[in-house]
């Protein structure tokens, strides 16, 4: 409970006083379930292996958890209130911008593969989700690190197309086939 004292005066002297009790359970139940709910968010976000930023319309970031801090390089105070498209590529942010405007405006979900740099000035290739469906004033992004996946889809061009040129040297015929 909540107790509150009132002076009670006559002719200037106190004589008694009126208490108040109010129930504060309720409030007070719900404040802990709202911490016990951000700290398991925070848990989450902390815990999740995908970078996340989470920034306002003007494209400030509000929020980094650990692993978008790993794969940056940055320390958290370096990127709050940091704009999100300092940490685009500069042939890329007209391209960002845009899609982050429709964003804002109602188109609420998008995905693409991106580029970030790190903190060194070296581009990370990942896979980003974004959204602002929550009409909270936020974007929130989920950024997932493509790089050996990229590198892997490179190296089978370059296989391919070796073959391609072997084949086409040695002039052999290729007979594609399964089993059956």
């Not at 989470?54 to 494209?59: E, L």
């Not at 709050?80 to 942010?93: A, C, E, M, P, T």
């Not at 429709?102 to 979900?109: H, V």
């Not at 580029?115 to 929550?134: P, Q």
Request: hydrophobic share 40%; aromatic share 8%; glycine share 4%.
């Amino acid at each position: 409970v909540e107790l509150w004292f009132y002076p009670v005066y006559e002719n200037e002297d106190v004589t008694g006083s009126v208490v108040t009790v109010i129930d504060i359970s309720e409030p007070l139940r719900l404040e802990a379930m709202r911490a016990a709910s951000e700290q398991k968010f925070h848990h989450l976000m902390n815990t999740s292996p995908d970078a996340v930023l989470i920034c306002n319309f003007a494209g400030i970031l509000q929020y980094v958890n650990q692993a978008a801090l790993d794969l940056l390089g940055y320390e958290r105070a370096d990127l709050l209130g940091k704009s999100y498209f300092s940490l685009v590529q500069n042939d890329w942010v007209d391209a960002h911008q845009q899609r982050f405007e429709t964003l804002t405006k109602g188109n609420n979900q998008a995905q693409m593969e991106t580029r970030l740099l790190h903190k060194n000035g070296h581009k990370i290739a990942l896979e980003l989700s974004v959204n602002s469906v929550f009409n909270d004033g936020l974007v929130y992004g989920t950024f997932r690190d493509i790089s050996q996946r990229k590198e892997v889809e490179k190296q089978r061009k370059l296989m391919v197309e070796r073959l391609s040129l072997a084949t086409q040297a040695a002039k052999l015929g290729v007979v594609d086939f399964d089993l059956a």
